[in-house]
């Protein structure tokens, strides 16, 4: 048995935040082009860009002791295996199963082809002839929004043993000061715009800098538009960009993770701005 928690769909649309400014309606959108998915998702598969699909998740309920799923799977790091009432429950990212199809175990191979089933659309690009679609799509809940910053809901799944609980959110503007925080909680999957193919349009100054230091970031992205006007590629001119420039990811990971970054990130220790994301995070995920 098992679960498809966040399909290849949810791959899709971090990919896409990732190298778009479109607002998410219009990113659901294109989700809704099973074509458009598959062939993005095979285009990053060959490229390399492996990182995206950590992004799906699946949960699978194994016919096998719990101490020899253990054994078979303890080289795996992102697979959580647990037992309860005779039942052993492994849950993990498409990206483990992507790795897992080349393991030289059986065990390992066998727990990689039950998972990739649920999702056809994330199986093919990797060489495996799944007909179909799973019909799998993020739906997305209520907008939060505290100081300029928004926390969107895109997958949230519940499970007793938060382990296997996920979680995925959209996270908008936030300075690269904040996000250069977030990107360090190695137990979560993030995918954040990149400069090098968005431009760079806003910022935010803490209260209390004062003008000089607005007309200072506000000099900088006049230079950085001027540089591109003139043919320099994004790539290169983002470099005189300041750190007050915003910018938006799709964070996903284990319930167990997101509650670790709200205990740390939703205290008086914490930098303000990036509170204002744990609580938001608090919030939309009833922690």
Avoid at 224 to 240: I, M, Q
Wanted: positive net charge; proline residues 5%.
């Amino acid at each position: 048995m098992g679960e498809l928690v966040a399909g290849g769909r949810l791959a899709y649309l971090a990919a896409r935040v990732s190298r778009s400014r479109k607002r998410l309606g219009e990113l659901l959108e294109e989700v809704g082009d099973p074509g458009r998915v598959e062939r993005l998702l095979g285009a990053l598969f060959r490229a390399g860009h492996h990182s995206v699909f950590e992004h799906s998740f699946f949960r699978l309920e194994m016919d096998v002791p719990l101490r020899e799923a253990r054994r078979s799977l303890a080289e795996w790091r992102y697979l959580t295996v647990t037992g309860r009432n005779g039942v052993v429950t492994v849950s993990l990212n498409g990206r483990t199963a992507m790795e897992m199809l080349r393991s030289r175990s059986p065990e390992a191979r066998r727990v990689a082809r039950m998972a990739l089933r649920l999702c056809p659309e994330l199986a093919r690009p990797l060489g495996l002839d799944l007909p179909g679609d799973s019909g799998w799509a993020p739906r997305p809940g209520r907008t939060l929004a505290e100081g300029g910053v928004r926390v969107t809901p895109l997958v949230v799944s519940r499970h007793e043993d938060s382990r296997h609980g996920f979680a995925s959110l959209l996270i908008e503007g936030v300075t690269r000061v904040t996000s250069h925080q977030i990107v360090r909680h190695r137990s979560l999957s993030i995918v954040q715009q990149s400069q090098r193919h968005s431009e760079v349009t806003s910022y935010r100054l803490p209260e209390g800098l004062g003008e000089e230091a607005a007309r200072y970031v506000e000099e900088g992205i006049r230079l950085y538009r001027r540089l591109v006007e003139s043919g320099v590629p994004l790539e290169d001119a983002r470099y005189v960009l300041p750190q007050a420039c915003l910018t938006r990811m799709v964070a996903s990971g284990r319930m167990d993770a997101w509650i670790h970054f709200v205990e740390l990130r939703d205290s008086p220790e914490a930098q303000w701005e990036i509170r204002i994301v744990a609580r938001l995070v608090r919030r939309a995920l009833s922690i």
